[in-house]
Each structure stands twice: as structure tokens, then as C-alpha cells.
């Protein structure tokens, strides 16, 4: 037993060593500046956000305030204004984009090390057209396994006839009463159209040699009797579906797993910001909720 101790102790003083915290020495360089907008022809206040990235242990994220942000189509220039209470929030007032347009975002941040005090940052979008209408919505029950809200969620299907592009990529946004009930990009579903273009989307002659597609799923636990549950249809640029998978599949801020400043990006300089600024044409339809009609 006298020989056997030492090793054991050994072991045991090997096996607590790795118990320690183990601090990855990053690198940080100056930081970028992270910009989340979109511009649609939907008769709305647009919405642009700025932050400062932080670095890999800082919780706080500091906002972009102070910057002058617009939007133009080469002819006419809409100015977004920061909410006042609100640092690194823009909104426009109540305006909406055009279909088949090119728009570029210009984006002027105070920055004494620039020329001119600014760093002038840009982001080109061009606005895809769109169907003109959804004919109508419906809301199909699914088993939710392992999850914090286990139970039956709903997929929100569309019914509506496409445009002949494969090109076409859709996003669904879900409203539940006008708020928007996703919470995370991961609970955003978007559809390249690909071989479904130039189908009746949903209907009978897509599901005999397709599977039907949901653009948009909403949780049980979130509906009340009489609620109205509303989808909008996005007809994004397919670089942004491209982020948006970019994003779900990115580990987060892991250094050895990989770093989020990787994302794809479509503001310029790139070596001066990321993130994504997107435009977009929107169809919508509603359906009111009445819990013994899925029962």
C-alpha cells in the first residue's frame, strides 16, 4: 500500500489541476461597428441598429449614438433619426420603399481618428418584387418534443400562386395581435423557391409531388381565444437568407470554435463593420385563432 499511495496522490493532484479555469488571451483590435436594418414597401417607420462589437468576456454592449443614417434610391434621400431615450436606434418616419429599386444605406459615424471626424459606412440592397396577395393562411398542429414549452405548436402554411423565378427567396415573419412572436433567428424559416416556382404554393398539385412548406411556426402556449395571428412574406435578397443561415449555424463566441466577426456582411468597408441591412417587398395574411376549431 506504502507504493501504491504516492501514485495515487499523483493522480488525484493531476485530476484536480484540471479543475482550474483556462483564460484564452484574445487579441482585440478596434472595434466594429455592428448594423442590424431593413427598408420595406411597407407604409412604416424603418428601423436601423447600431452597436460597437465588445470583446470575447465583455457582457456590455455599447451603442453607436450620435451617427447620421439614411436611405436613398440615387433620386430620393430618407433620413432616419435616432429615438430619443433610445442610444443606436434610427427609425425613419412613416414612409415605404418601391419594388424593383436599388437602395444603398449611408451610414456617418463620429469617429475623430477619420477624416472628418466620421466613418462613412454604406450597404447596397436592391428591393425584389412580389406576389401581389396571399389568397389565405392556415395553422396545421405538430408534437413539440424536448423543449422548455413541450406540448402542440402550429406551422403556419400560406396558400398563394407563385412567380415563375427560382431565383425568389422568402422569409416569414409570425405576428400574434401585430407583435412579433419569434424571438430568435433560429425561429425564422426562410423558402428559396427553386422547384417550387411557379406553383400554387400549398396547394394540391405542389403537395402531390412536394412536401407542403410552412413559412412560420407559433407556439400553443402563446394563443388566446379570438387572438389574430398575422404572416407576412419577405421577398429578401438571397445574400441575407445566405447571413441568416450564417448566424444559426455560427457556436457563438467560442475562440477556438470559431469567432462571429466571420459572418457574412454587406456593409462596407468590411473591415470597419458587420452585419446586415436588407430590403424587401412584403405580402400579408391573417387568420383569427379559435381553439375548437383544432381540437
Known amino acids: 500500500m506504502k507504493r501504491v499511495f504516492p501514485l495515487i496522490v499523483l493522480i488525484l493532484g493531476i485530476l484536480a489541476s484540471c479543475t482550474e479555469d483556462v483564460i484564452v488571451?484574445?487579441?482585440e483590435g478596434t472595434p466594429l461597428i455592428g448594423v442590424e436594418g431593413s427598408f420595406t414597401d411597407q407604409y412604416k417607420r424603418h428601423?436601423?441598429?447600431l452597436t460597437y462589437s465588445a470583446s470575447f468576456y465583455d457582457d456590455f454592449v455599447e451603442m453607436v449614438t450620435g451617427a447620421h443614417v439614411a436611405v436613398?434610391?440615387?433620386i430620393?434621400?430618407?433620413?432616419?433619426?435616432?429615438?430619443?431615450?433610445?442610444?443606436g436606434y434610427y427609425l425613419t418616419d412613416s414612409v415605404a420603399g418601391k419594388p424593383n429599386t436599388q437602395y444603398r444605406l449611408l451610414i456617418d459615424v463620429p469617429d475623430v481618428s477619420q477624416l472628418g471626424g466620421y466613418l462613412h459606412l454604406y450597404a447596397d440592397s436592391y428591393m425584389r418584387y412580389n406576389v401581389d396577395a396571399i389568397d389565405s393562411i392556415a395553422?396545421?398542429?405538430?408534437q413539440v418534443m424536448e423543449d422548455i414549452h413541450p406540448g402542440v405548436s402550429y406551422s403556419i402554411y400560406p396558400y398563394f400562386q407563385s412567380l415563375y423565378d427560382r431565383s425568389l427567396v422568402y422569409l416569414g415573419m409570425v405576428y400574434r395581435n401585430g407583435r412579433p412572436v419569434q424571438t430568435d433567428v433560429s425561429e425564422l424559416l426562410t423558402i428559396p423557391m427553386g422547384g417550387y416556382a411557379g406553383y400554387?404554393?400549398?396547394?394540391?398539385?405542389m403537395t402531390e409531388n412536394n412536401m407542403e412548406i410552412p413559412a412560420g411556426v407559433i407556439r400553443s402556449y402563446m394563443l388566446r381565444e379570438g387572438d389574430v395571428v398575422s404572416?407576412?412574406?419577405?421577398?429578401?435578397?438571397?445574400?441575407?437568407?445566405?447571413?441568416?443561415y450564417s448566424l444559426r449555424t455560427s457556436v457563438g463566441n467560442n475562440p477556438l470554435m470559431g469567432s462571429?466577426?466571420?459572418?457574412?456582411?454587406?456593409?462596407?468597408?468590411?473591415?470597419?463593420?458587420c452585419g446586415y441591412f436588407y430590403t424587401a417587398a412584403v405580402v400579408s395574411a391573417s387568420l383569427v385563432y379559435h381553439k375548437s376549431d383544432y381540437e
Open 25 to 27: 488571451d484574445l487579441e
Open 200 to 205: 400554387y404554393i400549398n396547394g394540391e398539385e
Open 72 to 74: 436613398t434610391d440615387s
Open 76 to 87: 430620393d434621400t430618407i433620413a432616419f433619426h435616432e429615438v430619443p431615450g433610445r442610444p
Open 231 to 244: 404572416l407576412d412574406l419577405l421577398s429578401i435578397p438571397f445574400d441575407y437568407m445566405s447571413y441568416l
Open 260 to 273: 462571429p466577426s466571420n459572418l457574412a456582411t454587406n456593409i462596407y468597408p468590411k473591415d470597419k463593420a
Open 47 to 49: 428601423q436601423v441598429k
Open 139 to 142: 395553422m396545421k398542429p405538430f
